[in-house]
C-alpha cells in the first residue's frame, strides 16, 4: 500500500507533487468533514454538550463560508503546491533518519523546527513521550480547534516500510495553509500533535498520550496515511 516517495527514478510525477496531493487531501478531508457536519448541524448539536461544532460551521463549512468552496480549496492547494519543495525535502531526511518508536528526537527536531519557524508555539516531550509534540497557532478568539496528527517512527530493521515519513511534512503543510490563508480572518486553532511509535516498538503512541491528557483540546482529529487511492474516512 506504499509508494516510496523519496529517490524515485522513472516515475511520472515528482515526488514534490505527490506530497503536495497528499497534503492537499489531508485538507479537502477536512472540508468534506465540515460539509457533512453542517448538513447534520442540528442533530449533531442537540446531542453535544458543546457548541463548538456550531461556531466550527461559519468558519470551515462551504455553504456557510462567504468564499465559494472551490475558491477557498484552491488558495489552500496553491499555498501547499508552493510549499511542497520544502515539505519533500523534510520527508527526505525524516526517511533517512528512519528512528523507530520513542526513539525519533531527529525527526522530532525537523518537524518542530520548522512549526516554530513558522509561527507555532511548540511544546516538546507532551504526553509521557520524550519524542511527542504540541505546536498550537491561535486565530482570534474561540472558533473550532482542529488536530492534525502525525506519525514519524520507522519500522525495526526496514526502515519506513509504512510511509509515516510523510505524514509529519503533510499535516505540517496542512496546518501551513490553513494559517496563511485564513489566519487572522476566522476563528479557529490549529494544533498539530507529534505521535511516536505508532507501531508499538517501544509500547508508546497515542493510547499513552490520551491518557496523559493529550487530544482533550481538539474538536476533530485529522491524519493522513500513504496508500494507493485517494479517500476520506470519517
Known amino acids: 500500500h506504499f509508494l516510496h516517495l523519496s529517490k524515485t527514478a522513472n516515475v511520472s510525477f515528482s515526488k514534490e507533487m505527490?506530497?503536495?496531493?497528499?497534503?492537499?487531501?489531508?485538507?479537502?478531508?477536512?472540508?468534506?468533514?465540515?460539509?457533512?457536519?453542517?448538513?447534520n448541524a442540528q442533530k449533531v448539536l442537540r446531542n453535544s454538550e458543546s457548541t463548538t461544532?456550531?461556531?466550527?460551521?461559519?468558519?470551515?463549512?462551504p455553504s456557510a463560508c462567504k468564499e465559494n468552496e472551490d475558491i477557498m480549496k484552491q488558495k489552500l492547494f496553491d499555498v501547499i503546491e508552493k510549499e511542497s519543495v520544502e515539505l519533500a525535502a523534510l520527508a527526505d531526511y525524516i526517511y533517512d533518519c528512519a528512528e523507530c518508536g520513542c526513539e525519533e528526537f531527529k525527526s522530532q527536531s525537523a518537524l518542530c523546527s520548522y512549526l516554530e519557524t513558522h509561527g507555532f508555539e511548540v511544546e516538546r516531550g507532551v504526553g509521557g513521550l520524550k519524542t511527542a509534540?504540541?505546536?498550537?497557532?491561535?486565530?482570534?478568539?474561540?472558533?473550532?480547534?482542529?488536530?492534525?496528527?502525525?506519525?514519524y517512527d520507522a519500522l525495526f530493521g526496514i526502515g519506513h516500510?509504512?510511509?509515516?515519513?510523510?505524514?509529519?511534512?503533510?499535516?505540517?503543510?496542512?496546518?501551513?495553509?490553513?494559517?496563511?490563508?485564513?489566519?487572522?480572518?476566522?476563528?479557529?486553532?490549529?494544533?498539530v500533535y507529534g505521535c511516536p511509535d505508532e507501531e508499538g516498538y517501544a509500547n508508546g503512541g497515542?493510547?499513552?498520550?490520551?491518557?496523559?491528557?493529550?487530544?482533550?483540546?481538539?474538536?476533530?482529529?485529522?491524519?493522513?496515511?500513504?496508500g494507493t487511492e485517494t479517500t476520506t474516512d470519517l
Open 133 to 151: 509534540f504540541r505546536a498550537v497557532y491561535k486565530s482570534l478568539e474561540g472558533g473550532v480547534r482542529i488536530g492534525l496528527l502525525c506519525e
Open 161 to 191: 516500510a509504512c510511509g509515516h515519513h510523510m505524514q509529519g511534512p503533510s499535516a505540517l503543510g496542512a496546518a501551513f495553509a490553513l494559517k496563511n490563508c485564513l489566519g487572522g480572518r476566522k476563528p479557529f486553532t490549529l494544533v
Open 206 to 226: 497515542k493510547q499513552v498520550m490520551l491518557e496523559n491528557g493529550c487530544f482533550n483540546d481538539i474538536d476533530v482529529a485529522l491524519i493522513m496515511h500513504g
Open 53 to 61: 461544532l456550531g461556531i466550527w460551521l461559519p468558519v470551515i463549512a
Open 18 to 39: 505527490s506530497l503536495a496531493r497528499l497534503t492537499q487531501s489531508l485538507v479537502a478531508g477536512l472540508l468534506v468533514g465540515a460539509d457533512i457536519v453542517e448538513k
